[in-house]
C-alpha cells in the first residue's frame, strides 16, 4: 500500500513538473492547450457579437442638415450651462513657471498652472506646457478616471518632442484636482469624491456636466486671448475620450479629437465594463444627442475631424472590433451634411488601456 502510495505521489509530481514546464517554456502540450483557449475565447466572441442586438443605425440618428447640427449643439450648451452660449470668462488664477519636479521633460520650456473654480467650490488645476521650440499648435492632452495626468506623462514627452504645446487636464474630482465638501439642506455634509455623487448637485439650474467641459472652455478663452495658435487637437484616453467627443460635439474650435477607449454607442454596451460612469450614461444628455449624434457633431466643419481608437485588446473596456460597424453611417451622413470627417482605428499591438506608441504615430501622422 505504501509502496502504490510512494509511486503515485512521483507520478503526480512528474505531471506538476511537466506542467510547469510547458507553461514556463512553451513546451509540449503547451501549444495545444494555448490553442484550445483561443478557441474557446474565439467562441465566446462571437457569442457576444451574436448577442448584440440588431439596430436600424440611420434611424437612430436625427440629423438630417446643418440646422440640425446647430439646434442640438446649442441646445446641449443650454442643457449644459443653462445658457444659449458658451462661458466667456477667463480662469481664476494662472501660474507662471511653476516648478513640478516629477516633469523632467526634454524640449521643455514652461510649466503654467490654471485654476478654475466652479460651483460648489469644485476645482480644475491644469498644467499647459510649452516646448523650448514651437510648431503654434497647441494638443488638449485629457486624463481618464485613474489619477493624474501625470499619468500620461509619455504622451505628454512625445507631443513636446514634435513641438507641440500641451495643456493637460485631469477628470474632475481626480488628480491635482479637489474632493469638495458640500452642505445641502436636504442631505448634509456630503464629501464628494465620485461622479456618481455629483448627481446630489444637480438642480433646475445647474448640470453637473459643466464640470467635465467648463475647465477647456475658460482655458480655451484664455489661449485666446494670450496667444495665437494655429490649431486647437484634443487627445483623451478612457474618461478623457469621452471628454474629447463632448467637448468637440459643443466647441467648434476644435479642429481633430481623438478619443481613444473613451465611448460608444449604448447598443453596443452590452458589456458591464463599457457601461461607464454617471456622466457616460445620464438620459437628460443623450436624449438630445446619443452618442452617434455626438461623432457627427464633433467632426463635422472645416478642417475638422473625430477619430475614435479603440485597443483591440484592452482589459479595461471598449475592447474588440466591433464598433466598425457605425463607420461607414457616420461617414456617409458627413459626406452630404458638407466638411467634415470620421474614422475609427482599431489598434491591435498591444492588450494595455493606454495610448500606445503606435496610436501616437498614427496621431501624429493624422494631425501632420
Excluded at 158 to 176: E, H, I, K, Q, R
Aim: hydrophobic share 40%; proline share 4%; charged share 20%.
Amino acid at each position: 500500500m505504501a509502496k502504490n502510495l510512494g509511486f503515485l505521489i512521483v507520478i503526480a509530481m512528474g505531471f506538476f513538473i511537466w506542467g510547469l514546464g510547458a507553461g514556463v517554456y512553451h513546451i509540449f502540450p503547451y501549444d495545444v492547450i494555448f490553442e484550445i483557449k483561443n478557441s474557446i475565447l474565439s467562441d465566446n466572441k462571437e457569442k457576444i457579437e451574436f448577442n448584440i442586438l440588431t439596430n436600424d443605425l440611420e434611424s437612430l440618428i436625427h440629423i438630417s442638415n446643418k440646422n440640425d447640427i446647430d439646434t442640438k449643439r446649442n441646445s446641449l450648451i443650454t442643457y449644459i450651462w443653462k445658457e444659449n452660449s458658451l462661458p466667456n470668462h477667463q480662469p481664476n488664477s494662472i501660474e507662471t513657471n511653476v516648478v513640478d519636479d516629477r516633469y523632467d521633460l526634454s524640449n521643455l520650456k514652461s510649466i503654467d498652472k490654471i485654476t478654475i473654480i466652479m460651483k460648489n467650490n469644485v476645482q480644475s488645476i491644469s498644467y499647459f506646457f510649452t516646448p523650448e521650440n514651437s510648431n503654434n499648435r497647441l494638443i488638449i492632452y485629457h486624463q481618464g478616471h485613474a489619477g493624474d495626468f501625470i499619468l500620461g506623462k509619455e504622451t505628454i514627452q512625445y507631443f513636446l518632442d514634435n513641438n507641440y504645446s500641451v495643456l493637460a487636464f485631469s477628470m474632475p474630482l481626480t488628480g491635482l484636482n479637489n474632493q469638495p465638501i458640500i452642505d445641502d439642506p436636504n442631505f448634509g455634509k456630503i464629501e464628494i469624491n465620485l461622479h456618481e455623487e455629483f448627481k446630489f448637485l444637480e438642480s433646475d439650474d445647474f448640470s453637473t456636466i459643466s464640470y467635465f467641459v467648463e475647465p477647456i472652455v475658460i482655458s480655451l478663452n484664455y489661449l485666446d486671448e494670450n496667444y495665437d495658435f494655429e490649431s486647437y487637437d484634443f487627445v483623451g484616453i478612457s474618461g478623457g475620450g469621452w471628454t474629447a467627443v463632448l467637448y468637440a460635439a459643443i466647441d467648434d474650435r476644435i479642429d481633430k479629437s481623438f478619443s481613444i477607449a473613451g465611448s460608444s454607442p449604448f447598443y453596443l454596451r452590452a458589456i458591464p465594463e463599457n457601461f461607464g460612469d454617471y456622466e457616460q450614461h445620464l438620459p437628460e444628455l443623450y436624449r438630445i444627442a446619443n452618442y452617434l449624434e455626438l461623432y457627427i457633431l464633433a467632426s463635422h466643419g472645416e478642417k475638422r475631424e473625430l477619430i475614435q481608437v479603440f485597443n483591440k485588446y484592452d482589459p479595461c473596456c471598449f475592447s474588440g472590433d466591433i464598433y466598425l460597424d457605425y463607420e461607414p453611417i457616420i461617414s456617409e451622413k458627413l459626406s452630404y451634411l458638407g466638411p467634415g470627417s470620421f474614422q475609427i482605428f482599431i489598434d491591435d499591438s498591444h492588450n494595455e488601456h493606454k495610448i500606445s506608441k503606435n496610436t501616437l504615430n498614427f496621431i501624429l501622422k493624422s494631425l501632420q
